[in-house]
């Protein structure tokens, strides 16, 4: 079994329970992590406060990560409250609706900027933010998705920033290797989270995945989990820079 036993590990991108955030600090917290659960916004302490009972040493703080103050102002805490980060969670991905429902064609200039602000940029700004707190080395994780390399109906816009947040791990991951941190990220299979309902026919996308991936069955969030537990151990030291797909196969097959 991993132990992360005195282990301090960043989540950021917790909606409600069934966040995919949600599923990767359960399973750290199981492995004895201490878990600093983080939302966006008031709407969603709610979800955040109810949520952290079911973690074995865990606080929640907000911040928005589209504004650099509060990026600032919420690392200072964790510096204040643990002194050290060994783990970064970064589960954060937007774009206006609009810009995933409409033809790529027609995407507008800001819809393109806030999809690229939000979902990749805010990937560096927590990374420069972490790394002076991860004194002992660390790992930092990402999420993507397989429409960051195949076109897929309805995702558009957030398809380009997936790939451009695949080069941003690779970039980081070289940037930081330096100081013993490693940057990954896991290309998650479809899973029904909040985010999921802004994307047309989404039922379809996981009916395909059942009838074509190789265990012909869909992912969910605690399989996610495992694998972002065993990317954040030290069993996986020199793994860095990489992609890892945890969709049931999907993306070795060909039709």
Not at 68 to 84: L, P, R, V
Not at 122 to 131: F, K, N, P, W, Y
Not at 148 to 171: D, H, I, S
């Amino acid at each position: 079994m991993i132990d992360l036993t005195g282990k301090v590990a960043v989540i950021f991108g917790l909606a409600n329970k069934r966040s995919i955030a949600w599923g990767i600090a359960q399973k750290l917290s199981e492995a004895g992590a201490t878990i600093a659960l983080c939302y966006q916004n008031e709407r969603l302490k709610k979800e955040a406060d109810a949520l952290l009972p079911d973690l074995k040493n865990a606080k929640a703080y907000q911040c928005d990560l589209s504004i650099d103050a509060e990026i600032e102002t919420t690392f200072e805490a964790f510096k204040n409250d643990f002194g050290k980060i060994d783990i970064l969670v970064h589960a954060v991905a937007y774009a206006p609706a609009d810009e995933i429902k409409n033809d790529f064609i027609y995407t507008s200039r800001e819809g393109f900027r806030i999809a690229q602000d939000v979902s990749v940029y805010t990937l560096i700004a927590v990374s420069r933010a972490a790394m002076p707190l991860m004194t002992e080395g660390g790992a930092i994780l990402t999420l993507s998705y397989y429409g960051a390399e195949k076109v897929f109906p309805n995702y558009n816009v957030m398809g380009v920033a997936k790939a451009a947040l695949e080069a941003t791990v690779r970039y980081l991951a070289a940037s930081l290797g330096p100081k013993n941190i490693r940057v990954n990220a896991i290309s998650a299979g479809p899973i029904k989270t909040l985010a999921a309902r802004g994307i047309g026919d989404f039922t379809k996308i996981l009916d395909t995945v059942t009838e074509r991936a190789p265990l012909h069955r869909n992912v969910d969030q605690l399989e996610v989990g495992g694998a972002a537990l065993f990317l954040c151990s030290p069993l996986a030291s020199a793994i860095t820079g990489e992609i890892t797909y945890v969709d049931c196969g999907y993306n070795i097959t060909g039709m």
